[in-house]
């Protein structure tokens, strides 16, 4: 079993930038950042598979970056230029293989989420 625990939300205006990390009790190969906001599908913002090349959501690629931290167990989602339309609630997850393009409770571990709020 692997806990996550994200951080970093908060609100911001249009333009404005956060930093979401995700804190993990253990070591996967596949960790991901997915959001959900009220009356939308679930969707999958980014995902990273250990070292390799991050897959993004054509809605925030350009704008956000994924990292992870292998020694520290974190995982960072970077926003920048954020909008109204980014408005969720963020949610780290992670498993031992992946999967792209399907919501977070797929994964087999999943954090408890952190709020973003975009005004505009």
């Known amino acids: 079993q692997v806990e996550l625990v994200e951080s970093g939300g908060g609100s911001v205006q249009t333009g404005g930038s956060l930093k979401l990390s995700c804190a993990a009790s253990?070591?996967?190969?596949?960790k991901g950042w997915f959001r959900q906001a009220p009356g939308k599908d679930p969707e999958a913002v980014a995902v990273?598979?250990?070292?390799?090349?991050?897959v993004y959501a054509d809605s925030v690629k350009g704008r956000f970056t994924i990292s992870r931290d292998n020694a520290k167990n974190t995982l960072y989602l970077e926003m920048n230029s954020l909008n109204p339309d980014d408005t969720a609630k963020y949610y780290c997850?992670?498993?031992?293989?992946?999967?792209?393009?399907?919501?977070?409770?797929?994964?087999?571990?999943r954090g408890q989420g952190t709020l973003v709020t975009v005004s505009s």
């Open positions: 997850a992670a498993d031992h293989w992946c999967r792209y393009g399907v919501p977070a409770y797929e994964y087999s571990f």
């Open positions: 253990g070591d996967t190969l596949c």
């Open positions: 990273i598979r250990g070292s390799g090349a991050p």
